[in-house]
């Protein structure tokens, strides 16, 4: 059985994203890590936090960090949790009942740069994230030699 590690980080909504980045920078003194059309990360000084315009989040989504995801998944499933889907108008689905936009469309599980990502609704109809790390290849970039 998998554990958990610790805290990975926290998704916002954020259904206006730019005042919300405008906020965050003020109060974390940082421009976000990573800042896209519809999300923005930020890290650093132990906080991570995700912002996010797209509907899957409708409050506060911590995702914990375990070290095998699969495992986890497994056996949260087992337990009587039930795998989330990212949907094509960006919200979040039971697993099997529409298609899946972003991930794997057996597990749910999502592969990002740098870590893989899952979201199951417990029993008790929480939901919860899930965050395993994965080391980056960046490799070189275009051009080098």
Avoid: C
């Avoid at 994203?17 to 405008?22: E, G, K, N, T, W």
């Avoid at 965050?24 to 991570?48: H, I, K, M, N, R």
């Amino acid at each position: 059985m998998t554990h958990i590690k610790g805290f990975g980080n926290v998704v916002l909504p954020a259904r206006d994203l730019q005042p919300s980045i405008a906020t965050w920078s003020a109060l974390l003194g940082q421009p976000p890590a990573f800042q896209g059309d519809d999300f923005a990360f930020f890290t650093g000084q132990g906080v991570e936090i995700g912002l996010t315009s797209k509907p899957w989040v409708d409050y506060p989504l911590v995702f914990w960090t375990v070290d095998d995801i699969d495992t986890t998944h497994r056996n949260l499933l087992a337990a009587g949790a039930t795998a989330m889907v990212e949907i094509a108008d960006g919200s979040l689905a039971v697993l099997g009942t529409s298609d899946v936009a972003n991930g794997d469309p057996a597990t749910g599980i999502v592969d990002v740069p740098g870590g893989r990502l899952a979201v199951v609704r417990a029993a008790d109809g929480n939901l919860l994230g899930l965050n395993q790390a994965v080391a980056m290849d960046w490799g070189s970039a275009p051009g080098d030699a």
